[in-house]
């Protein structure tokens, strides 16, 4: 790596899907695959929400903290986005080549962010989650929470998040 790129600043949302693109009672069966069982919910149906709060922010990268990389792999999750926020997906903080499965299950969402910001090292980030079980409490500042049930289509997490990257 050149010293140019060394020296850019990296900007990093750590993104969950289950409670933030969607409502958070998402199930897998081999009859209905991955589904929702809220009536009139629909998978990623808040991304165009998520899309538009970036856009003004082409330097904002993206990592997925959410179990669907565990489960169904890296590019199976990342291919859930739509094209403009996939282009902006730089990894996920599952890595079974840095953190054993058993030891990364283990780990609350907030520290496997945390492992992952100490490994990654961005200069600014932040996190979208409807999990703040056991979130270090050094980094709650980092976290904007989402309702499982409304995600990104609460306005008040719409407002925190265009809030925050305004500081950015």
């Known amino acids: 790596m050149d010293q140019t790129t060394q020296s ?3 900007w990093v949302c750590y993104f969950d899907f289950d409670g933030v693109t969607h409502d958070d009672a998402v199930y897998t069966s081999p009859e209905a695959g991955i589904h929702i069982r809220t009536p009139g919910r629909t ?4 991304l165009p929400i998520f899309e538009e709060l970036l856009a003004p922010y082409p330097d904002v990268k993206i990592v997925l903290c959410t179990s669907w990389v565990r489960v169904f792999g890296f590019e199976f999750a990342k291919h859930q986005l739509t094209p403009s926020l996939q282009s902006r ?6 890595h079974n080549r840095e953190t054993p499965k058993f030891a ?3 780990m609350s969402r907030g520290m496997q962010i945390c492992t992952d910001v100490r490994r990654r090292k961005p200069t600014r980030w ?8 056991a979130w270090p409490a050094g980094y709650r500042e980092n976290l904007i929470k989402t309702d499982d ?3 990104l289509s609460d306005p008040g997490v719409q ?3 265009q809030k ?5």
């Open 126 to 133: 932040f996190a979208i989650d409807n999990d703040d079980h």
């Open 89 to 94: 997906v730089i990894g996920a903080t599952f």
């Open 164 to 168: 925050l990257l305004a500081s950015f």
């Open 8 to 10: 850019l600043p990296l």
């Open 43 to 46: 998978l990623f149906e808040w």
């Open 149 to 151: 049930r409304l995600g």
């Open 104 to 106: 990364f299950d283990n």
């Open 159 to 161: 407002d925190a998040i």
